[in-house]
């Protein structure tokens, strides 16, 4: 079936540095990518989106890329804090029937002081 | 503004038995959906509804029923329980229409069964 995957299940970074989450999508009918963080215990917490129609949007200190040529995501973290340790997930949502969200299996970052 | 409730947040189950996952939304979001989630994995599927009284299913059905009276409320019903629905199950609740930030989650039941 059609899935959303990630490169990378852990990554480890210095407090401060940029953090970069990689994500394979195989979708294309997909109108929205979105990404949430997930701390444990606690549900998905949206972090960022992007419509299918763009290739970057910026957040705070966060910024979403989409390449459809390839079909890849990525999500960029900016001065990257303790806070930011967390599993992160890419999904793929198509705007029809339900907003059904198609998940990648995470990657945790974790953040070393 | 409670959002998207869930209640248990915990719940243990003897294999066989039966239970009900209670969702309630106070946004009047047309979408509710249930996904499950296994250690180390990504959120999976099980049922969706798009309105009151309409209900379609996911990626991962089996052993699961849903109905959906009200808007507000989407239950999700496990007939005869299993050890492989040992699992964090989320409600999530959106708009139609409208990108991922208006999709609002549950804090998760976490379900044992034995």
């Known amino acids: 079936g059609e899935s959303v995957g990630l490169h990378l299940p852990t990554l480890s970074v210095q407090e401060g540095d940029n953090s970069i989450i990689n994500c394979a999508y195989s979708n294309s009918a997909s109108d929205y990518f979105i990404w949430y963080k997930q701390e444990s215990g606690k549900g998905p917490q949206f972090i960022i989106d992007i419509r299918s129609n763009m290739d970057k949007r910026q957040g705070q200190r966060v910024t979403v890329l989409l390449n459809k040529t390839v079909k890849h995501l990525s999500l960029q973290i900016a001065a990257t804090q303790p806070g930011d340790s967390a599993v992160y997930f890419c999904a793929e949502m198509p705007l029809a029937a339900g907003n059904k969200l198609t998940f990648g299996g995470g990657t945790r970052v974790l953040v070393k002081p | 503004n409670a959002g998207v409730t869930q209640t248990p947040k915990f719940q243990v189950l003897k294999t066989g038995q039966s239970m009900t996952l209670q969702c309630a939304q106070d946004?009047?979001?047309?979408?509710m959906s249930w996904y499950r989630q296994d250690p180390g994995m990504g959120l999976r599927l099980i049922h969706y509804s798009v309105g009151a009284g309409i209900t379609d299913q996911g990626e991962v059905p089996n052993g699961y029923n849903v109905s959906r009276s009200t808007t507000e409320d989407f239950p999700l019903r496990l007939l005869s329980a299993a050890p492989s629905q040992t699992s964090v199950y989320f409600c999530?609740?959106?708009?139609?229409?409208?990108?991922?930030?208006?999709?609002?989650f549950g804090q998760g039941t976490r379900l044992t069964v034995v």
């Open positions: 999530a609740s959106s708009p139609p229409g409208q990108g991922g930030e208006t999709a609002f």
């Open positions: 946004m009047n979001h047309e979408y």
